[in-house]
Nanobody, 115 residues
Framework: QVQLVESGGGLVQPGGSLRLSCDFS????????MGWYRQAPGKQRELVAGIISGGSTNYADFVKGRFTISRDNVKNTVYLQMNSLKPEDTAVYYC?????????WGQGTQVTVSS
């Protein structure tokens, strides 16, 4: 079992920044990949960024150069630093842990980009 808790969402103006945090616990050694997904109203959930324990990362094209994913294996936390936010970034952001058995999801945190 893996437990995930997201935090850091909120309301921000276009061009602003937010840092999301995902605290993970449980059978953490079973985790192969961690990532951030997002889902906007009326749209499918989509991958934002992923990271493995060794540090390799991948990003969706629409956030590349603006967002940065990182993982702190001491604190057991994954971060998503979001800069230059746009209104189209508005969504519920979910933390994900991929194991050999199944996916685990956090409860989600709302990010709203609006003036």
């Amino acid at each position: 079992q893996v437990q995930l808790v997201e935090s850091g969402g909120g309301l921000v103006q276009p061009g602003g920044s937010l840092r999301l945090s995902c605290d993970f616990s449980g059978d953490i050694f079973s985790i192969n990949v961690m990532g951030w997904y997002r889902q906007a109203p009326g749209k499918q959930r989509e991958l934002v960024a992923g990271i493995i324990s060794g540090g390799s990362t991948n990003y969706a094209d629409f956030v590349k150069g603006r967002f940065t994913i990182s993982r702190d294996n001491v604190k057991n936390t994954v971060y998503l630093q979001m800069n230059s936010l746009k209104p189209e970034d508005t969504a519920v952001y979910y933390c994900n842990a991929d194991t050999d058995e199944q996916y685990y999801w956090g409860q989600g945190t709302q990010v709203t980009v609006s003036s």
